[in-house]
């Protein structure tokens, strides 16, 4: 049976989208208009997709041990993550699991990141070089 890594469930507010728009200078306004978001077929505000990616690869880089222990990571964004105006937000879990470990050193993990029970994240990999 493949290694299941403990699981990360991440908090996401809408103070953290102005925020990570500061920090990326990604002001779009789905990412902060319900009205705008909600006009281009949205169900409301959005997280960022690099914002979701960031995320999971902060869950790989806590399992991996350090930053700078993650060799390759990769994604791709399947579904948005809603992010209602309330104080709670809403949660992005990231969960993991080790697909392979090489004679090298190197492991090979497929990552779950959900919202609201539905995978926000597809064919999402890392490989970690372990301390």
């Known amino acids: 049976m493949a290694e299941e890594l403990p699981t990360h469930t991440f908090r996401v507010t809408r103070a953290d989208l102005v925020r990570y728009a ?3 200078g990604d ?9 705008i978001a909600e006009s281009v077929g949205l169900p409301g505000v959005i997280a960022h997709g690099m914002y979701t ?18 060799v390759e990571y990769g994604v791709r964004f399947t ?3 809603p992010v209602p105006d309330t ?3 809403t ?7 080790v ?33």
């Open 22 to 24: 500061g920090a990326s």
């Open 27 to 35: 002001f779009n306004t789905i990412h902060w208009s319900d009205r």
């Open 53 to 70: 990616m960031a995320l999971a690869g902060r869950a790989v880089a806590d399992w991996a041990g350090a930053p700078d222990a993650v």
């Open 79 to 81: 579904r948005p993550v």
């Open 87 to 89: 104080d709670e937000g």
């Open 91 to 97: 949660e992005v879990v990231v969960s993991g699991v």
């Open 99 to 131: 697909k392979e470990v090489t004679d090298d050193g190197l492991t090979k993990i497929d990552i779950t990141a959900t919202c609201n029970g539905e995978k926000v994240l597809a064919m999402a990999r890392a490989t970690v070089r372990k301390r």
